[in-house]
């Protein structure tokens, strides 16, 4: 996550944002997963992923040029052994393609195992249909959005939603491990990346997701699809994956001519037909709002999470001083919510098994936290883990070794800034290409359940006077510090 916020597009990589701008319970035992068909996957009809780019860059001049002939300036996932299969979308969802792209490229990477992940399965986990017919009132049954007017398949979305539906709910066995937000590349923007620090996260991760305007100034030159998009930072409607990079992809070889050589290959959700053989290739030169990634993991039996959907924040005391009634971020950095004062939230939990990790949701690069499992409702502690990450975004911590619990706390202490799942609420915008819609966001907090520490004492966030027990009285609009909702953390099972 970073401090951005992207605009409102169909189909918009949103990584960053706490509130999705497009569209934008815990579990039972590990057994019962195995059969409950909420947890198991449709099976793919996705055809083998490409063995090589000579398959896929067929169409291509090779007498103007042949990509990836020099192994020291160029990399290509696909031809290391790391391709995964080229899916056709509907008219939304790439968000989710791109990441289920992700999430497959790192885990081949790791495993060497190309894994079954339905990018629709997971789209349905986000949004719902609720049955109105004959006259029904709408039910909400789950956390996720409701919507009532569009398909689900059509809507745009964000991996913080990707993230939300699969941290705690396995998904053929799947969990969500890690979703980072890099930042943006070519633009002024929040947490800027260089042309070789992507290069880094593609050999380190695989896959990396990127924000794209999909159809302008594209264009077959020479064989190749091509684009250089230069207002692509603050126009862009669609999510990809870039797979490889070529420094000597010709600069001429775009609508709008490059400054220089170089270019990547991104792998599009348009089907096979779409591109060159779906992929298609970005310049240097154009500037990427947003980039990140997915990561999964099989190593956990069940998990719980009560705040799913990074939906609102807290800020702590010294970051909200500098913010002023009016909420100005316009001097606000990520080194005031790297230095700033802590914000302890916790969450009490009667389930019986062993931990083996807390996800938790992090909001600037290297930002500080603690996480503590506490014995009973903020009893000893049991074990404690503290450090930071290098990029924003959702991670989970692992214990040297699992904890044994039956009625436990979880605290998670950030600097500057927490992450809840906000209220419930009618009237979320969420955007398919063609229109802007109306989502019902639904949450359940409960008393008793979750806490934010304000001076000595623990809080409930259900409790009316937080908002004075934090010393917000004179911040009139910030209403998601009225019902923050639970703090988004999972608790992992062994």
Known sequence: ??????KKAACVLALANLIAVIGTAGCSAGQEKETDPRFIGTPETTE??????????????????????DPDHSYCLINEGFGTPVRQQGMGGCYCYAAVTSMQSSYLKEHGELI???????????????????????????????????????????????????????????????????????????????????????????????????????????????????????????????????DDFPAECFKTPATRNGAWLVQNSFGDFWGNCGF??????MPIPELGNCSVTKE??????????????????????????????????????????DVAVATVYEQKGSVGAVGLWTYAPGQPYTVEVLDGEFGKVLASSSGSFEHSGYHTVKFDKPVSVKKFTVM??????????????????VYTILQ?????????SQPGRSFIQAGEDWVDVTDPSLKSRLGLDDIPDYETVVTPGDPCITVLFI
Request: charged share 25%.
């Open 1 to 6: 996550m970073s401090v951005n916020l992207s």
């Open 48 to 69: 083998a992923p490409p063995g090589n780019t000579d398959e896929l860059l067929a169409g291509g001049d090779k007498d103007y040029y042949v990509p990836f002939q």
């Open 116 to 246: 079954d992940i339905n990018p629709v399965d997971i789209i349905n986990r986000i949004y719902e249909m609720p049955d109105t017919s004959d006259g029904k009132e709408p039910q909400y049954d789950e956390e996720k959005f409701y919507v009532a007017t569009v398909q689900p398949l059509d809507l745009g979305g964000d991996i913080d939603r990707v993230t939300g539906a699969l941290c705690a709910d396995p998904l053929n066995g799947y969990l969500v491990s890690e979703a980072n937000g890099f930042g943006s590349y070519n633009t002024n923007g929040t947490n800027s990346v260089s042309e070789d620090d992507i290069k880094g996260f593609i050999r380190e991760y695989g896959a990396i997701c990127l924000a794209v305007n999909y159809k302008k100034d594209c264009k077959y030159i020479n064989g190749y699809y091509t684009q250089n998009y230069q207002n692509n930072a603050e126009d862009r409607d669609h999510v990809a994956a870039i797979v490889g990079w070529d």
């Open 280 to 285: 298609y290739w970005v310049s240097y030169d």
């Open 300 to 341: 956990y039996s069940s998990a719980i999470s009560y705040g799913r959907f990074p939906m609102a924040v807290v800020y702590s005391s010294d970051v909200m001083d500098k913010l002023g009634p009016e909420l100005d971020f316009s001097n606000i950095t990520n080194d005031d919510f790297i230095y700033g004062g």
């Open 412 to 429: 998670v202490k950030t600097t500057g800034i927490a992450v809840f799942e906000g209220e419930s609420m009618d009237n979320v915008k």
């Open 436 to 444: 802007r819609a109306y989502a019902h966001y639904e949450a359940k």
